[in-house]
């Protein structure tokens, strides 16, 4: 059974600084499949960051587009994503992700059946 698990370096940033979450992915897998990143907020709908499919196209949301970098070690099964020039907006629970059976990397939760525990991202101004 595949299992996520996130990671972050950085700690409590300010605006403008930067944080890099990091995805442990174990397990064996076949086939395509996609990871991405997703954050949540209290109340509010999970929303989709940046993903990765297995042969690697890579598609961003809007907000986070010359921002975020997500980037793969495919030798270590570890995702990463560099945040960069954080705002504050970017506050949130923030979850890596994977969808079996993908061939693109698609920004939908609803395509995904496995979840890390999510970890939490704090940029004060």
């Known amino acids: 059974q595949v299992q996520l698990v996130e990671s972050l370096v950085g700690g409590s940033v300010q605006v403008g600084d930067s944080l890099t979450l990091s995805c442990d992915k174990s397990g064996a897998t076949e086939g395509f499949y996609s990871v991405a990143w997703f954050r949540q907020d209290a109340g509010k709908e999970r929303q989709g960051v940046a993903a990765?499919?297995?042969?690697?196209?890579?598609r961003y949301a809007d907000s986070v587009k010359g921002r975020f970098t997500i980037s793969t070690d495919h030798a270590k099964n570890k995702y990463t994503l560099q945040m960069n020039n954080l705002k504050p907006e970017d506050t949130s629970v923030y979850y890596c992700?994977?969808?079996?059976?993908?061939?693109?990397?698609?920004?939908?939760?609803?395509?995904?059946?496995?979840w890390g525990h999510g970890t939490r991202v704090n940029v004060s101004s």
């Open positions: 992700a994977a969808a079996w059976g993908i061939a693109s990397p698609m920004l939908l939760p609803a395509l995904y059946t496995t």
């Open positions: 990765m499919s297995s042969d690697d196209k890579i």
